[in-house]
């Protein structure tokens, strides 16, 4: 119970809410208040709030039901709303903590200190079910109950995520033909968080080949840029839509799903360009832009082997739900490259070492090694063939389906050598049409980038001789247990000039 003095009454009595960002109801852009949030929903989607509450005779906690539920359902279709369709229980929770749209007085009425009556309260036993028509509640009363709510909320903010998981399993049995979808999205959830940690974020910065390659070209085409509608597809630092902003654009919708968006938006204040760029925070699949097209996709979505993540596909969504019609995406065009490797690539040291670990054979652990992708820097005097682009991408046109592909690929043997290994690397292009192109590359002839080189060893080196072709077939999909990595498949043969060809081999490589 909490003790409530007769001078703390009086203060409340005095007491004016200071104004607090409020998130809007169907998207994820910030109000500067509860009262901005209504009227840019009523502006935007036609969902007056204020009118509905009239419609539907709603109390302040039906008003919360109604917030609450249009927060969950995303429902805009109030020509078809029925009172039941909210009227629930389940909808006194609180979507958004500390919600200003909660606090709302929507029934100012209701609170007069000559009212009769009050509307329904919530009781402190906390179920949905003990909710009930409360009688005229002194101050102490209302005091009390405002005070275990906010123990309630105290608690379960400061539960982990696996206390709350655990809470979760008592109440929720775990069905266990839902364990693959539970990983996945733990796989997901992870993939986001991991992306909070400014390291990942310092790294990316500090490589200077891609973040040079962003800015030099946004930078040295205004003409591009200039009062356009921009949107960054996972912003990150935000980096990007501040060069858009510095080159003119008109505005800048910045979307992450990661936590790093806070300090994004604090980096955007800090060189005042918050006018000039919204940052939202959500999946881009999942919120609602405040505008129905941009003029431009900028994203630096590229991972190893060019596709890791998969993040492409959702700049490709974007793509297809906002862009305008021969709208830019930035980059534009890409290729993906094969090459084949010699043996002192680092095949000794990374496959040969399990043949001999202090006198001992550890083939089990070598059979590993070999099932898995090598993220390195190679030098170029280790490549033995000749470039093969085998896959090149469009981005105004290149699909989602195409990301996964089977396509052939010939390999010339430049020398005499022992192959020990495929590798693989990508090259970026900035195009669109302007007036300033910029390209870069990841190969090993370039200035080294995080993105390094993708290294395939073989489970033996092969003696060729120059002149010699590989000729096979790449297949490139989506792994089994994570939608986010890759599973690489190699199926190749060699053409000898001393007509020693040898057979059709394959191996396979997860990234």
Same mark, same amino acid.
């Given at each position: 119970?909490?003790?409530?003095?007769?001078?703390?009454?009086?203060?409340?009595?005095?007491?004016?809410?200071?104004?607090?960002?409020?998130?809007?109801?169907?998207?994820?852009?910030?109000?500067?208040?509860?009262?901005?949030?209504?009227?840019?929903?009523?502006?935007?989607?036609?969902?007056?709030?204020?009118?509905?509450?009239?419609?539907?005779?709603?109390?302040?906690?039906?008003?919360?039901?109604?917030?609450?539920?249009?927060?969950?359902?995303?429902?805009?279709?109030?020509?078809?709303?029925?009172?039941?369709?909210?009227?629930?229980?389940?909808?006194?929770?609180?979507?958004?903590?500390?919600?200003?749209?909660?606090?709302?007085?929507?029934?100012?009425?209701?609170?007069?200190?000559?009212?009769?009556?009050?509307?329904?309260?919530? %009781?402190? $036993? #906390?179920?949905?079910?003990?909710? +009930?028509?409360?009688?005229? =509640?002194?101050?102490? /009363?209302?005091? !009390?109950?405002?005070?275990?709510?906010?123990?309630?909320?105290?608690?379960?903010?400061?539960?982990?995520?696996?206390?709350?998981?655990?809470?979760?399993?008592?109440?929720?049995?775990?069905?266990?033909?839902?364990?693959?979808?539970?990983?996945?999205?733990?796989?997901?959830?992870?993939?986001?968080?991991?992306?909070?940690?400014?390291?990942?974020?310092?790294?990316?910065?500090?490589?200077?080949?891609?973040?040079?390659?962003?800015?030099?070209?946004?930078?040295?085409?205004?003409?591009?840029?200039?009062?356009?509608?921009?949107?960054?597809?996972?912003?990150?630092?935000?980096?990007?839509?501040?060069?858009? %902003?510095? $080159? #003119?654009?008109?505005?800048?919708? +910045?979307?992450?799903?990661? =936590?790093?968006?806070? /300090?994004?938006? !604090?980096?955007?204040?800090?060189?005042?360009?918050?006018?000039?760029?919204?940052?939202?925070?959500?999946?881009?699949?999942?919120?609602?832009?405040?505008?129905?097209?941009?003029?431009?996709?900028?994203?630096?979505?590229?991972?190893?082997?060019?596709?890791?993540?998969?993040?492409?596909?959702?700049?490709?969504?974007?793509?297809?739900?906002?862009?305008?019609?021969?709208?830019?995406?930035?980059?534009?065009?890409?290729?993906?490259?094969?090459?084949?490797?010699?043996?002192?690539?680092?095949?000794?040291?990374?496959?040969?070492?399990?043949?001999?670990?202090?006198?001992?054979?550890?083939?089990?652990?070598?059979?590993?090694?070999?099932?898995?992708?090598?993220?390195?820097?190679?030098?170029?005097?280790?490549?033995?063939?000749?470039?093969?682009?085998?896959?090149?991408?469009?981005?105004?046109?290149?699909?989602?389906?195409?990301?996964?592909?089977?396509?052939?690929?010939?390999?010339?043997?430049?020398?005499?050598?022992?192959?020990?290994?495929?590798?693989?690397?990508?090259?970026?292009?900035?195009?669109?049409?302007?007036?300033?192109?910029?390209?870069?590359?990841?190969?090993?002839?370039?200035?080294?980038?995080?993105?390094?080189?993708?290294?395939?060893?073989?489970?033996?080196?092969?003696?060729?001789?120059?002149?010699?072709?590989?000729?096979?077939?790449?297949?490139?999909?989506?792994?089994?247990?994570?939608?986010?990595?890759?599973?690489?498949?190699?199926?190749?043969?060699?053409?000898?000039?001393?007509?020693?060809?040898?057979?059709?081999?394959?191996?396979?490589?997860?990234?």
């Amino acid at each position: 119970t909490m003790a409530v003095s007769e001078n703390q009454a009086e203060e409340w009595d005095d007491w004016v809410e200071d104004e607090q960002a409020c998130l809007g109801l169907f998207d994820s852009v910030e109000h500067v208040s509860a009262q901005a949030c209504l009227e840019a929903t009523a502006s935007q989607y036609g969902v007056d709030i204020l009118a509905l509450k009239t419609k539907f005779d709603l109390d302040q906690y039906g008003c919360i039901q109604l917030i609450n539920y249009l927060r969950t359902t995303k429902n805009t279709d109030i020509a078809n709303l029925k009172a039941q369709d909210f009227k629930q229980d389940k909808y006194y929770k609180p979507v958004v903590a500390n919600d200003p749209l909660l606090s709302y007085d929507f029934c100012p009425e209701e609170w007069s200190d000559d009212e009769e009556s009050v509307p329904a309260g919530v %009781a402190p $036993a #906390g179920n949905a079910s003990d909710v +009930a028509q409360v009688a005229k =509640p002194t101050y102490d /009363e209302l005091a !009390e109950r405002c005070q275990w709510l906010i123990q309630q909320l105290q608690e379960a903010q400061s539960l982990s995520t696996s206390e709350l998981q655990a809470a979760r399993s008592e109440v929720v049995p775990e069905a266990s033909n839902d364990s693959d979808d539970e990983e996945r999205e733990t796989a997901v959830e992870g993939y986001f968080e991991g992306y909070g940690h400014y390291s990942i974020h310092e790294e990316m910065l500090k490589d200077s080949v891609r973040t040079n390659a962003y800015r030099d070209y946004i930078l040295q085409n205004p003409e591009l840029f200039k009062d356009k509608i921009v949107l960054d597809v996972g912003c990150g630092t935000g980096v990007l839509s501040m060069f858009a %902003a510095q $080159a #003119g654009a008109k505005h800048v919708y +910045a979307v992450d799903n990661s =936590p790093i968006l806070r /300090e994004a938006q !604090e980096i955007i204040r800090e060189n005042k360009l918050q006018d000039k760029i919204t940052c939202i925070r959500g999946k881009i699949e999942e919120i609602c832009l405040p505008v129905a097209q941009v003029d431009i996709i900028v994203s630096e979505w590229m991972g190893y082997f060019l596709l890791f993540e998969a993040m492409l596909d959702s700049v490709l969504w974007a793509r297809d739900k906002y862009l305008v019609p021969g709208g830019c995406m930035l980059p534009d065009q890409s290729s993906m490259y094969l090459v084949g490797m010699d043996a002192a690539c680092g095949h000794k040291d990374r496959i040969g070492y399990w043949d001999d670990v202090y006198g001992l054979k550890m083939s089990a652990l070598k059979r590993e090694v070999l099932k898995e992708s090598w993220v390195t820097v190679v030098k170029h005097e280790h490549v033995v063939t000749a470039p093969y682009v085998f896959k090149s991408l469009d981005m105004s046109s290149i699909t989602v389906p195409e990301l996964t592909f089977v396509q052939p690929f010939t390999l010339v043997v430049a020398r005499d050598t022992q192959l020990g290994a495929f590798m693989s690397y990508f090259d970026i292009v900035f195009d669109c049409n302007a007036s300033n192109t910029v390209y870069f590359s990841t190969g090993p002839e370039a200035t080294p980038t995080h993105w390094q080189q993708v290294v395939l060893l073989l489970e033996e080196p092969l003696s060729l001789c120059r002149g010699d072709v590989i000729q096979g077939k790449l297949t490139l999909a989506r792994h089994e247990s994570n939608d986010r990595g890759l599973k690489v498949t190699l199926e190749y043969c060699v053409e000898s000039l001393n007509n020693v060809n040898l057979p059709m081999r394959a191996q396979a490589w997860t990234v």
